[in-house]
Antibody, heavy 121, light 111 residues
Framework: QVTLKESGPVLVKPTETLTLTCTVS??????????VSWIRQPPGKALEWLAHIFSNDEKSYSTSLKSRLTISKDTSKSQVVLTMTNMDPVDTATYYC?????????????WGQGTLVTVSS | QSVLTQPPSASGTPGQRVTISCSGS????????VNWYQQLPGTAPKLLIY???QRPSGVPDRFSGSKSGTSASLAISGLQSEDEADYYCAAWDDSLNGPWVFGGGTKLTVL
């Protein structure tokens, strides 16, 4: 059974750095043609892709947030970590991690439950 | 402003067939496959359609997807009250917008 679970702080202050961890089970982060993405959703708004990392360690970031994001993985711990620097109230959102799978195209086949992060002083 | 364009809302009565459109460009829908996600109130998105028209195991065949050129559509037939949700299209994008782009979401109301 594939599961993903996000963890991290519920509240961060402006200018602080956010660190989120996605712990996966039911598959390995070394599986070929698989990866993990981070996606966020501000309250009442649409989904926004942030970053991904594949099994071969290939990484990619949202163009608009690239300077603030870092994604990494620890295969032995089955964890993917996202850091976002210089947090601002507009970054308040539910942050999801999702598994990427490739079969006739890439798609997110399993999602975590999400974690709500509020940015406020 | 989302890269993929969806109508903000759609509605139908139980038993009806409704369609939700998703418009993109040559760098995303025009050259890559389209996926659809269903987000029930207060829950995480769930994969509904992948690779334009494929249903994951467990998704009813009332849901179907199609793609033509730079546009895609999600059709729901035999509409049920539990289909009331937000629906998002997504695709890989080969331009600087990408690699992943989403639609702005369509809120489906079952009247």
């Amino acid at each position: 059974q594939v599961t993903l679970k996000e963890s991290g702080p519920v509240l961060v202050k402006p200018t602080e750095t956010l660190t989120l961890t996605c712990t996966v089970s039911g598959f390995s982060l070394s599986n070929a043609r698989m990866g993990v993405s981070w996606i966020r959703q501000p309250p009442g708004k649409a989904l926004e892709w942030l970053a991904h990392i594949f099994s071969n360690d290939e990484k990619s970031y949202s163009t608009s947030l690239k300077s603030r994001l870092t994604i990494s993985k620890d295969t032995s711990k089955s964890q993917v970590v996202l850091t976002m620097t210089n947090m601002d109230p507009v970054d308040t959102a539910t942050y999801y991690c999702a598994r990427i799978r490739f079969l006739e195209g890439y798609y997110f086949d399993y999602w975590g439950q999400g974690t709500l992060v509020t940015v406020s002083s | 402003q989302s890269v993929l364009t969806q109508p903000p809302s759609a509605s139908g009565t139980p038993g009806q067939r409704v369609t939700i459109s998703c418009s993109g460009s040559s760098s995303n829908i025009g050259s890559n496959t389209v996926n659809w996600y269903q987000q029930l109130p207060g829950t995480a998105p769930k994969l509904l359609i992948y690779s334009n028209n494929q249903r994951p195991s467990g998704v009813p065949d009332r849901f179907s997807g199609s793609k033509s050129g730079t546009s895609a559509s999600l059709a729901i037939s035999g509409l049920q009250s539990e289909d009331e949700a937000d629906y998002y299209c997504a695709a890989w994008d080969d331009s600087l917008n990408g690699p992943w782009v989403f639609g702005g979401g369509t809120k489906l109301t079952v009247l």
